[in-house]
């Protein structure tokens, strides 16, 4: 019997960046919206010539793995983002209360299973952040209410805790969505009295449960902190067809 083997060619430098850069991303060491070193850093970094960094950096684009902004830098792309995003924006900027209830629920499922790994996974770093991002939420709370993106923030670190790099993709690939739900329910909610006090008691909850690597209670608060918003939703959506 003949064996016949094919020579082993050597892959360019480039490729090599490019592998690297990609396995980063897979792994969550390089998260969706993070800014890749510029070019020069990532010669000097790598030990290789500026021509093959911009090489690897065109094919990344390519593929759909970064996206370079004129005069501010590449940055990670969520790897879900053309296929969830675009068609539902346009219907989730109108407030549809419906769509915005159905998100909720879509929310339960991806941010459920956040908290659940985040108390198996999370790092004193990931809890500092949530710790930080919890006390400016307390803070503005005292002044009758916070801000939305500190409360999309503060989410976003619970699925970062998780160290799924999968399910950070998948949460910013509907950003946009995401965050219009926590703006129409907070402007919904602190019309009623005592419910900023509430909504400030279900985020320190969650990030005890998740500091005391507690994952079902994890899971739990945060499904219940998310059936308060779906609730809310619904009398939307009851006012709107009355």
């Given amino acids: 019997m003949t064996i016949v083997f094919e ?50 950096i065109m094919v990344l684009e390519a593929l ?3 996206d370079s902004r004129q005069g501010g830098g ?11 995003t675009d068609p539902l924006t346009r219907l989730v900027e109108e407030n549809d209360p419906e769509l915005l209830r159905a998100l909720v629920e879509v929310r339960m499922g991806l941010e459920g299973w956040s908290a659940y790994l985040a108390a198996k996974r999370a790092t004193e770093q990931d809890l500092a952040e949530m710790q930080r991002l919890y006390r400016i939420m ?52 602190y019309q009623q009295k005592g419910h900023v006090q509430r909504l400030l008691t279900q985020h320190r909850e969650i990030m005890e449960a998740i500091a005391a690597h507690d994952p079902e209670l994890a899971r739990l608060k945060m499904i219940g902190h998310l059936t308060m918003v779906e609730e809310k939703m619904a009398e939307l959506l009851n006012a709107r067809s009355r």
């Fill in 138 to 189: 307390e803070e503005q709370a005292a002044k009758g209410g916070w801000v939305s993106e500190i409360d999309a923030e503060f989410h976003y670190a619970i699925t970062t805790a998780s160290h799924n790099s999968l399910q950070m993709h998948v949460l910013d690939s509907i950003h946009t969505l995401f965050h219009t739900t926590i703006q129409v329910a907070l402007m919904e909610f």
């Fill in 74 to 84: 590449t940055f990670v792309r969520a790897l879900t983002q053309t296929s969830i």
């Fill in 7 to 56: 020579p082993i060619k050597p892959k360019k430098i480039s490729e090599e960046i490019v592998e690297q850069i990609k396995a980063l991303i897979s792994r969550g060491k390089l998260k969706p919206g993070d800014r890749v070193p510029s070019e020069r850093e990532l010669a000097t970094m790598l030990g290789v010539s500026r021509p093959s960094v911009r090489e690897a």
């Fill in 64 to 66: 759909g793995f970064l």
